[in-house]
Structure formats: structure tokens, C-alpha cells
């Protein structure tokens, strides 16, 4: 499941450790929204690190072309 996700540094972060870390953020985030700031500014707390995804690559030569109609009827008849 981590090397279809991306590689490596994916393995490990299932649903628990996702949630966690989005929880982590939102605690900090209620943190900036609510706290008293001696002279107004709010501190920038830094995101929990998370494995970056990478998106899958497509090939140039398989692009879809848009078939028509006869050619999907044609499709279906052989079956």
C-alpha cells in the first residue's frame, strides 16, 4: 500500500496516523485562534510533516481518444 501511495516514506501512515496528524494541526490551529498574544501576533506553528504523494505518470502515446458512436456499437456486437 505505501509504494502505490507514493514510496517509502509512506509506509506506516495509514488512517490512524493521518487523523492524528490532522488532529495535531487543528489543535494548533484552535491554539493560534484562541490564545492571548502579548502584543497581538500569533506565532506560526509549523504543520505536522506528512509524506508528500506524487502523482502517477501518464504516457504521452496511450492518450484516450474519444471513440464514436459506431465504433462503440461496433464494440458490443462482437461480444
Same mark, same amino acid.
Given at each position: 500500500? #505505501? &509504494?502505490?501511495?507514493?514510496? =517509502?516514506?509512506?509506509?506506516? *501512515? @495509514?488512517?490512524?496516523?493521518?487523523?492524528?496528524?490532522?488532529?495535531?494541526? #487543528? &489543535?494548533?490551529?484552535?491554539? =493560534?485562534?484562541?490564545?492571548? *498574544? @502579548?502584543?497581538?501576533?500569533?506565532?506560526?506553528?509549523?504543520?505536522?510533516?506528512?509524506?508528500?504523494?506524487?502523482?502517477?505518470?501518464?504516457?504521452?502515446?496511450?492518450?484516450?481518444?474519444?471513440?464514436?458512436?459506431?465504433?462503440?456499437?461496433?464494440?458490443?456486437?462482437?461480444?
Amino acid at each position: 500500500m #505505501a &509504494l502505490a501511495s507514493g514510496g =517509502r516514506e509512506h509506509f506506516g *501512515w @495509514g488512517q490512524d496516523r493521518h487523523i492524528a496528524a490532522d488532529l495535531f494541526d #487543528a &489543535l494548533n490551529q484552535n491554539t =493560534r485562534a484562541t490564545g492571548q *498574544w @502579548g502584543k497581538g501576533k500569533a506565532p506560526k506553528i509549523p504543520a505536522y510533516p506528512r509524506p508528500k504523494a506524487t502523482k502517477a505518470e501518464k504516457k504521452k502515446d496511450q492518450a484516450k481518444k474519444p471513440r464514436t458512436v459506431a465504433e462503440i456499437y461496433k464494440h458490443f456486437q462482437r461480444r
